[in-house]
Each structure stands twice: as C-alpha cells, then as structure tokens.
C-alpha cells in the first residue's frame, strides 16, 4: 500500500520569502511517481509538479521546485519568492508505477502574509 | 495546458431526488476519469476510476448503486448521485487523465452538492 505523510497541517510565509512543504512517502514499489497539487479556496485542484522515481534531476517548474531525496523517501515541494496568491491548500500525492489512481496525503494549508 | 470542465458547479437539491454531475475533458482524449469526495478540511476520497466504454471501478465502501458512473466517450464521464440524501451532501471532483510521460491527472473545479 502506498501512504503520504504530510506532517504541517499550516504553514507561514512572508511575500517573496522561500517556503518548504514537507512529504513523505511510503512505498514498496521501485518504479512510482510523485505530485504536488495546490487547491485555493475555490476548490480546483491545480497540478504543480511532477517527480518519477526514476529521474535523476529534481524537478522544476518555474517558482516550484520538487527536492526529491529518493533515499529518505521525501518529496518536499519548495516555493520560491511566494505571492499572495499562493495562499492555498496543498496536497502531495502518489502513483504506483502501471497504475493510474492517486493516493493523496492530508495536505498542508499556506498562508502568505504581505 | 490540460483543461477539465464540470458541470454544474453548484447543486440544491431535494432529498430523494438524483443528481447527475458532468465531467468533460476539453483539449485531451481522457482514457481514465476519476471522481473523488472531498469533506471539509479534508484529503481527496478517491470513489471510482472509470475507463472509456467499460464499466467503473469502485473504491471499497462505494456504493456502485448510488453513485452511478458512465464514461460514454473520451471527453465526457458523469456522476448521478442516486435518491440523495444529507448525507451525501459533499464537493464532488473529477479528474481526466491522457496518455502520456508523466500521465498526470488533470481536475476540473468541483461540484458543491448541497441535499436538503
């Protein structure tokens, strides 16, 4: 069985400061795939980033970046110069490699302050 | 990027009465649709998996009589909540997903289902 650990309910950060988000994950499978989806207060889940078990770089993209330490089975999503309007929920999430469903963890909530 | 409309937004409905929630993939051919439940302050539940002219499957606990799925095309899956009650008042949210490297799973924005 997979499992996410996503152990700050709430998170703190100042405009333009860098936050990190911690994950952690549980698997038995060699070959899986790692998400991080931000939900605002509207609701939609939007897709951040993605990390397969197999790359060898950490994934980028734009302000997110995904420090993936394949090692200590982490997945801690780091956001660079926060805006307010990354205010949100978010929410790290697994996939078995050959399977589509997504096993989630209970999220971490961001406020930014100005 | 992937879009994933839904449809309605926003739902009231009396006890006893069905509701069907629409899940569209608009720029993408999506093989697999999910639908999930999500509590307040709470993780996404996932309920079902459905691919593309077959049959759903179903998370335990599910109640497959319920909560009908079809996935009749590659752009278009449906919920029907089936004689709601409070109970099942929740935010209902699909997801698509493609064929493709990182075979994300792209969602729509959510169906508020308010049953009185």
């Known amino acids: 069985a997979q499992k996410i650990t996503q152990t700050q309910p709430g998170m703190f950060v100042q405009e333009k400061e860098a936050v990190t988000l911690d994950c952690t994950y549980d698997t038995s499978d060699q070959s899986y795939g790692l998400f991080w989806y931000k939900q605002p207060s509207s609701g939609e889940m939007i897709f951040l980033i993605y990390?397969?078990?197999?790359?060898?770089q950490n994934a980028t993209e734009g302000r997110y970046s995904l420090n993936f330490q394949k090692a200590r089975k982490s997945a801690n999503l780091v956001i660079s110069a926060s805006q307010l309007g990354d205010s949100a929920m978010y929410f790290c999430?697994?996939?078995?490699?050959?399977?589509?469903?997504?096993?989630f963890g209970k999220g971490t909530m961001l406020l930014v302050s100005p | 990027g992937a879009v994933v409309s839904q449809h309605p937004s926003r739902v009231i409905c009396k006890s006893g009465t069905s509701v069907k929630i629409e899940c569209r993939s608009l720029d993408f051919q999506a093989t697999t649709m999910f639908w999930y439940r999500q509590f307040p302050k709470q993780s996404l539940m996932l309920m079902a998996t459905s691919n593309e002219g077959s049959k759903a499957t179903y998370e335990q606990g599910v109640e497959k009589d319920k909560f009908l799925i079809n996935h009749a095309s590659l752009t278009l899956s449906t919920l029907t909540v089936t004689s709601a009650h409070p109970e099942d008042s929740s935010f209902y949210i699909c997801s698509a997903m493609g064929q493709g490297a990182s075979d994300t799973q792209y969602f729509g924005p959510g169906t508020r289902l308010t049953v009185l």
């Open positions: 999430a697994i996939r078995r490699g050959g399977y589509s469903t997504l096993t």
């Open positions: 990390q397969g078990s197999y790359d060898e």
